[in-house]
Every structure is written in C-alpha cells, then in structure tokens.
C-alpha cells in the first residue's frame, strides 16, 4: 500500500513570496489534515478536510495560508506572502479509522 | 479541551537500557491515546494506540504502553534500548468522537554507547 506523498521535500524561499505545498493521500482515506511543525514542537493541526469540505481550520492563518482539496483526493497548501516564522515542516496525513498516516514531510526555510 | 504533556524534552539512555518516555493527558472523555516516533527527516510512524480495550497496549520495534486512568498517564517503555530507537517521541491524545489529534511538544531519545 503506497502511502502518503508530498512534494517538495525542501523549499527555500524569500520572505514575502509564496509557496505552494503538494500532498496525495493515501486511496480511500476520505480524511486529509495540514500539520505544521516548528522546529523542536509537536505538529500542530492547521486544517482537516472531510472528502473536500472544511471540517476544521480554526488554526489557519487566514490572511496567509490557505488550503484546497479538489475532488476529494489531492490537497495543496498555499502560502503568500510567506514570513520569517513561516519556516517549519509542513505535514500532511490522512486517516481511516481514527488512526493517521503521515507523509513525510515538506521543509520550509524562509529567509 | 484535550491536552498531553511529556515530560522532559530530552532523554538519554544506555544501549541495553530501560527506555522510560513520561506522558500525562488531560481529557474531558475517555481517550484515545497514541504514541508517535518521528526519525530525522521523516513523517510521524505510529509506535501503539490505546483505544479503551486493553490498558497495557504493544507496538512495534518492542515499545509497550500502559494506560492509567487514576494517574491519567500513558508513559512508553522498551526493556531494552537499542541505538536505532534514537528519535523523537511524541505522545498524543484524541477524544474518539472524530479524528482530530492533539500532539504534545515531543522528547528526543538519546542512545549513549
């Protein structure tokens, strides 16, 4: 069974430009969530997507990030303009069951 | 509100040692309660779940948990530790109705030699 991708694996990119994220989860799992990870912390959920609709996205910055999960299946997460803090790793999972599988993973360096 | 705290940020072992990672919840429901590791520069692996059945629970790479209401703790063990086990741990906790999981901030497990 394939699991979770994501792309890119590293980004650096320049304060005040945008970044786009990439996620597939894995088939059938009807549930997606972002995760980010700042360095020496726990992941913190940013957004969870039920097919394609928003469950929760309480602790999306809004103003900066947004999220889109086209047909159910595919997931990107966008940030523009990036800042300084933005840099962490940016984790995408999907579940069934209650029990989430991760990706591995983009990292983020803004500078 | 859900929360979990792992105590200490950082532990080191001995190869061969006992691994004793801490972690305490906080839940208004029962929990779901699991413990994720994470190598460097990888996603988070599912080590073990506890899911209301039995209280000490097993996961891979010989790592056990045991659920305790009346401490509400849920702290990872290993009787040995072996210098692959070196990662991060984190203890996370989730109220079963959906699938949201609230993570705690992690402890680096160290092998010494």
């Known amino acids: 069974e394939a699991g979770v991708a994501q792309s890119p694996r590293y980004k650096i990119i320049e304060k005040r430009q945008s970044v786009a994220f990439w996620c597939n989860p894995i088939?059938?799992?009807?549930?997606l969530y972002w995760y980010q990870q700042i360095l020496g912390q726990g992941p913190k959920l940013l957004i969870q997507?039920?097919?394609?609709?928003?469950?929760?996205d309480s602790q999306l910055p809004k103003d900066r990030f947004s999220a889109e999960r086209l047909k159910g299946v595919d997931s990107t997460l966008k940030i523009q303009p990036a800042k300084l803090e933005d840099s962490a790793v940016y984790l995408c999972?999907?579940?069934?069951?209650?029990?989430?599988?991760f990706g591995p993973g983009t990292r983020l360096t803004v500078t | 509100a859900q929360s979990v705290t792992q105590l200490g940020s950082h532990v080191s072992v001995s190869e061969g040692a006992l691994v004793l990672l801490r972690c305490n919840y906080s839940?208004?429901?029962?929990?779901?309660l699991f413990w994720y590791v994470q190598y460097p520069n990888q996603g988070l692996q599912l080590l073990l779940k506890?899911?209301?059945?039995?209280?000490l629970v097993k996961g891979i790479n010989g790592f056990e948990a045991e659920f305790k209401k009346s401490e509400t703790s849920f702290h990872l063990t290993k009787p040995s530790a072996h210098m692959s086990d070196a990662a991060e741990y984190f203890c996370?906790?989730?109220?079963?109705?959906?699938?949201?999981?609230?993570f705690g901030k992690g402890t680096r497990l160290h092998i010494l030699p």
């Open positions: 839940s208004s429901v029962p929990p779901y």
């Open positions: 996370a906790v989730s109220s079963g109705r959906d699938d949201k999981i609230i």
């Open positions: 506890y899911t209301s059945a039995a209280t």
């Open positions: 999972a999907s579940s069934l069951e209650r029990e989430q599988y």
């Open positions: 088939s059938g799992h009807a549930t």
């Open positions: 997507f039920q097919n394609n609709g928003v469950v929760d």
